[in-house]
């Protein structure tokens, strides 16, 4: 190869540099910056799209007032928290994704000091940006622009980073805001990120927030005008590779066993697990969790409180549903639960040896739920109430419902006939009638090497991505692609279809005449299903995160979870399209643990337990969805 004068100059002028810099002592990372000084850079994001990233809150303050913002402002006071994400969440420049919507405050503040722009580029460039942000939790849609300037290399705790800071100011929206809205009168930042050079992400996020926002009168809540003047610092605080399997069983193992310490400590003087005022609630639930993450059945603190559970109020579905759930896991074996851990293919129809007094228990609350469907439509609320079609109903109970009749199934137990078949095409019928057309991965092969791409099969034809929301038909605007279908909801519709079909499969001959009248019926039936639940599972790869309650944001994130892996264990998938879902999420539970064991409350502690361990009881049967 022959080199141009100008590159002969330059090779003998690095040369030089690199002669001079060694004689001087200077160690490698010394010399990279020298050497970076001056020279254009690229600072987009590259980190692998499997290695979870987890910003801890290193500083907030709440600021005083500034001059100009309303007399009668009331001060919010920070609740700030960490920030986390995988990097298929944001683009190559730093913006959180459509998918990732909608952010919350700390997001919010952490988004606009992590853009980076585009191109290589020397200290002392300057570029804008305009943001639209549509979706926030909490708040109404800002228009925000931004400056933002390279500043030259430093070293951040011994790490050495390029600075970009940021001035950023609120546009005035196209139509002026009606009086009364919720809108806001004033917004202005700054932020200094920190982008590491050699891992190609940002190392840290200084933001400083001043902002006023008008809250109208709500029938639970009086008209206010808040003051945001907050300053906070993130600091990226470790990654997780979630490919790495050995060290992130053991991980897994080691968070499963001080969640359940942490359970034990969690348990009352009484011996019980009261979830606010629901006592059954959550003792059930507690119990459900203990018996799946392997706690002994013959423990005489589990004893005492199944023997409680007898005399205890049936508070609600939720209730009565979790407790049929807990007397199936005290007879689930320890090699069913290892047959959860290991397969993805049809696990074997263990027997559930239900003893006289908890078959009548669970009778008695077989027949609670029996007598609780709701009247005017064939879903469940809390208790039945109303009257004809006015009757509320939401699809968290009514999943729920669904899981106790399942379980009391599996233990022999006869359920009543007349509500699965009505109850699913209920659930159908409030699916997104429309979505975004998506081709779903119906196959995938990850790749040796985690740098590069794995091997995706498509599905030869797009479905529309279809979800559900909470206790109204979820919709989608196909001219804004705006819709109301959220991840924690998406995963109860899915979970209805699923069970519904499991149950419909497992009936005797005389239930199942009862139900579907004939085998043409059930089979027409049984096609609409799959085709919904095909929606479904789109929607829940379109939207994929384990990170944030999709379309919701931090809202229920648990709940989320364990609903998502209830769906993938009852579906037995291991990849959501080309996402592993379980090593994502467990690799973010075993980060996210506090410090004394748990995720939080009873309940939240629960939901990441059965996560963790994959505490839902798969089909009975093979399910395929989408074009194989």
């Not at 609903?563 to 999420?585: C, D, I, K, S, T």
Request: hydrophobic share 40%.
């Amino acid at each position: 190869m022959r080199l141009t004068t100008r590159c002969v100059v330059c090779a003998l002028a690095l040369a030089f540099v690199t002669s001079a810099v060694t004689a001087n002592g200077l160690d490698a990372p010394d010399l990279r910056k020298l050497q970076r000084v001056g020279q254009r850079l690229d600072l987009s994001w590259s980190t692998t799209p499997t290695t979870y990233l987890h910003y801890a809150l290193a500083e907030q303050a709440a600021l005083p007032a500034v001059a100009g913002q309303p007399a009668n402002a009331k001060a919010v006071e920070p609740t700030l928290s960490y920030v986390h994400f995988y990097p298929y969440e944001l683009s190559a420049n730093g913006g959180y994704h459509r998918t990732a919507m909608p952010l919350t405050n700390e997001e919010l503040m952490f988004q606009l000091g992590t853009a980076t722009p585009e191109g290589k580029n020397r200290a002392g460039f300057t570029w804008a940006r305009e943001w639209t942000f549509e979706h926030l939790v909490g708040s109404p849609a800002l228009l925000v622009t931004s400056a933002y300037e390279q500043r030259e290399v430093e070293s951040l705790g011994g790490v050495e980073c390029a600075v970009i800071t940021g001035k950023h100011t609120r546009r005035a929206p196209a139509k002026p805001e009606a009086e009364g809205a919720l809108r806001w009168l004033s917004f202005e930042a700054e932020t200094t990120a920190w982008y590491n050079l050699d891992e190609r992400r940002i190392q840290a996020v200084e933001s400083t927030i001043r902002s006023v926002l008008f809250r109208p009168k709500t029938t639970v809540a009086a008209e206010t005008t808040d003051a945001m003047n907050w300053k906070a610092r993130w600091q990226f605080s470790r990654e997780f590779d979630s490919t790495g399997e050995r060290y992130l069983n053991e991980r897994v193992s080691v968070a499963i066993e001080r969640g359940v310490e942490r359970m034990w400590k969690l348990r009352s003087a009484d011996g019980q697990w009261p979830y606010g005022t629901h006592k059954r609630g959550g003792t059930a639930l507690a119990l459900l969790t203990l018996l799946m993450c392997d706690a002994d059945k013959n423990d005489e603190r589990i004893v005492q409180a199944f023997e409680q559970l007898k005399g205890m109020e049936m508070e609600n579905t939720y209730s009565v549903a979790c407790s049929l759930m807990a007397y199936e896991a005290r007879y689930i074996s320890e090699e069913e639960k290892r047959a959860y851990l290991s397969s993805h293919d049809k696990v074997p129809d263990f027997k559930r040896n239900v003893s006289a007094e908890d078959r009548e228990q669970m009778e008695i609350l077989i027949a609670w739920l029996a007598a609780n469907q709701n009247e005017g439509n064939p879903f469940y609320n809390y208790h039945r109430g109303g009257e004809g079609g006015a009757e509320r109903f939401d699809f968290s109970n009514t999943q729920y419902a669904l899981l106790g009749l399942a379980a009391a199934q599996r233990c022999d137990i006869k359920i009543p006939t007349g509500i699965i078949k009505r109850l699913v095409e209920g659930t159908m019928s409030y699916q997104q009638q429309f979505g975004p057309k998506f081709k779903r991965v119906i196959g995938y092969k990850p790749p040796t090497d985690k740098r590069k791409e794995g091997k995706s099969t498509y599905a030869t034809k797009p479905v529309e991505a279809r979800g559900w929301n909470y206790a109204s038909k979820a919709t989608w605007n196909k001219y804004t692609e705006e819709g109301n279908a959220y991840g924690s909801m998406t995963t109860a519709g899915l979970t209805c279809l699923l069970v519904g079909l499991d149950i419909a499969h497992s009936m005797d001959a005389e239930s199942f005449k009862a139900e579907f009248g004939n085998k043409a019926a059930f089979q027409a039936w049984e096609k609409a299903v799959n085709e919904s639940l095909d929606c479904g599972m789109a929607w829940m790869e379109m939207w994929f995160s384990v990170t944030r309650n999709p379309n919701l944001g931090k809202s229920w994130y648990l709940y989320y979870l364990y609903g998502m892996e209830r769906v993938m264990m009852m579906a037995q998938v291991r990849y959501l399209g080309q996402f592993n879902w379980y090593n994502q999420g467990a690799s973010v539970l075993v980060v996210i643990q506090d410090g004394e064991g748990g995720w939080g409350n009873v309940a939240d502690t629960c939901f990441a337990l059965l996560f963790l361990k994959k505490g839902s009881v798969p089909s009975r049967r093979k399910v395929t969805t989408g074009d194989k």
